[in-house]
């Protein structure tokens, strides 16, 4: 990975002159992006309700009764090593729980609320057992911390479904509190990561956002921080972004995989299920669509950060985790053409995608009732041997321009898998070839 590393850090480092500040270092952005995939947690007292976390404040659950469900909010079974074991049997690499959605609740105690967790019944704080649990498991922990807050009233704004103004709303005095939060939340727990959400209400500018930003470095110069500090991103339309304009590290396209991209690093962030917080009988994607999503995820150059909704008593669904274990099982079998791997160097499809490290290509087989994959010839370089990951040889032809590879009929229908291609010289630096 030696020459990957050093075009991985030359652009990263060049971006953070783009962007007009010091950014994270090149070295903990490429750690980041090799872990590849990550769980994000959403959770709070609106599971009480089951319905969405913030947006559901003020429409499907009146205003006072969302307030007041903290009041009730008591997850006695929650055990924070079985999430973080669940996450690791998963495959994932890092782990990121909102302490604070746009509801305004705290999930810690707090100094300067009393909208926390202390004030339930249940009275222990969540963000110090998941700290606890990722160190002993080897898994990082991250944090989500809203920008806006519709509760908090210095905050202008106070509810999702409309966009009155309040004209006695302090915003100077709100952002001191969100950085005596955020001071507090990483002198506490010292998260690897902060993912901001929630900036693209007028309230919040840019220049808040790079503030903001500075602000944070000063407390942690390594912090990883997302780009919704700033408005330039991908989100839910899967916008291409100006680097020149993002506020944070990296970007993140939301419910879409994002655009390959070879320069910018980037985590596409999906729900296991349709809605973010814990909906009873919500729609569950099926094995199949969830490794898709991976594949495509890190044959763009991109992480997975995939999102469970715990029940009110603590508990992730069984059916959420037996679904887990299942792509779990899926990584391990294939850590090789995942963890530490580049994107590409072709762009994914609906049948393939690729990612490569070293001499090898890994050719993610997304649709196994297709005969065969087509894919253009890299100049200069040759393939030795072909195969999947039990050793199974694999033929490739060569005609016009393009390689074939010939995939097993044995495998046509089944889960999908890999093909390993291993070349005469080293792939890496290949530029993507569209």
């Known amino acids: 990975m030696k020459t990957a590393t050093l075009l991985f850090s030359f652009l990263l480092s060049l971006t953070s002159f783009v962007f007009g500040q010091q950014k994270t270092s090149p070295e903990v952005m490429e750690a980041f992006m090799n872990k590849r995939f990550g769980m994000f947690i959403h959770w709070g007292p609106v599971s009480l309700r089951g319905t969405e976390i913030g947006w559901s404040r003020d429409r499907e659950v009146p205003k006072e009764d969302y307030d007041s469900l903290y009041k009730e909010f008591n997850p006695v079974l929650f055990d924070a090593d079985q999430w973080v074991r669940t996450a ?91 950085k005596n939060q955020l001071k507090e939340l990483i002198t506490n727990y010292d998260p690897y990561m902060l993912w901001f959400d929630g900036q693209w209400e007028s309230p919040w500018t840019d220049e808040m956002g790079k503030e903001m930003y500075s602000y944070l470095k000063t407390l942690k110069p390594d912090l990883i921080i997302n780009n919704r500090l700033g408005k330039e991103m991908a989100g839910v339309k899967n916008e291409k972004v100006d680097p020149s304009k993002i506020v944070g590290d990296y970007d993140t396209p939301e419910q879409v995989v994002g655009h390959m991209n070879m320069e910018i690093p980037w985590e596409s962030c999906f729900t ?147 093909v390993t291609l291993e070349m005469n010289s080293d792939i890496e630096q290949t530029p993507v070839i569209e």
């Open 88 to 178: 690791k049997a998963a495959g994932m690499k890092y782990l990121t729980i909102t302490a604070r959605h746009h509801d305004g609740f705290s999930i810690w105690p707090s100094e300067f609320t009393d909208y926390d967790i202390m004030n339930t019944p249940y009275k222990k704080d969540i963000l110090d057992a998941l700290n606890k649990a990722c160190k002993k498991h080897g898994i990082e922990f991250c944090i989500y911390y809203s920008i806006l807050d519709w509760y908090h009233p210095d905050y202008p704004i106070h509810s999702a479904h409309t966009k009155e103004v309040d004209p006695e709303a302090e915003m100077d005095a709100y952002v001191t509190f969100m």
């Open 272 to 418: 296991i299920c349709q809605q973010w917080a814990w909906k009873p009988n919500d729609q569950m994607k099926s094995l199949e669509e969830s490794l898709k999503i991976l594949s495509q995820t890190i044959g763009g150059n991109g992480n997975l950060l995939l999102n469970v909704g715990p029940m009110p008593d603590g508990r992730i669904e069984m059916r959420q985790i037996k679904r887990l274990e299942e792509i779990g099982d899926w990584v391990k079998s294939n850590s090789e053409a995942i963890y530490g791997t580049l994107g590409g160097p072709f762009p994914p499809t609906a049948n393939y995608a690729t990612t490569r490290k070293g001499n090898n290509i890994y050719v993610h087989v997304l649709n196994t009732d297709v005969a065969s994959i087509e894919l253009k010839n890299i100049p200069e370089i040759e393939i030795l041997e072909a195969h999947t990951s039990d050793g199974t040889p694999v033929t490739i032809q060569k005609e016009n321009g393009q390689f074939k590879i010939i995939l097993p009929s044995e495998l046509s229908g089944k889960l999908q898998y890999i």
